[in-house]
């Protein structure tokens, strides 16, 4: 069982910056590919930005060049930079840590708001 917290959500103004941050427990996080998912409302939930176990990353068309996956498996953080945010960006954001070998494991976590408004 892995579970996860995310933080750092909040407001902020168009143009402005925030770094979410996701934390696990369990020894094999490192093993984990890690992903930040949101959904506004009315809408369906999204991949924002993923990065695997040997730190390859992709990102939604809507946030490449402005937001940056990374991961510490030292600290079993993975956290999301988001800069040049836009209302647009207005969401619930998730963390999700999946693994697949012989059995198929996906987690997350409760979700961080976002609210990008001037």
């Known amino acids: 069982q892995v579970q996860l917290v995310e933080s750092g959500g909040g407001l902020v103004q168009p143009g402005g910056s925030l770094r979410l941050s996701c934390a696990a427990n369990?020894?094999?996080?490192?093993?984990?590919?890690m992903g930040w998912y949101r959904q506004a409302p009315g809408k369906q939930r999204e991949l924002v930005a993923r990065?695997?176990?040997?730190?390859?990353?992709n990102y939604a068309d809507s946030v490449k060049g402005r937001f940056t996956i990374s991961r510490d498996n030292a600290k079993n953080t993975v956290y999301l930079q988001m800069n040049s945010l836009k209302p647009e960006d207005t969401a619930v954001y998730y963390c999700?840590?999946?693994?697949?070998?012989?059995?198929?494991?996906?987690?997350w976590g409760q979700g961080t708001q976002v609210t990008v408004s001037s």
């Open positions: 999700n840590a999946y693994l697949r070998g012989i059995l198929e494991y996906n987690y």
């Open positions: 369990g020894r094999i996080f490192s093993r984990y590919a």
């Open positions: 990065i695997t176990s040997e730190a390859g990353t």
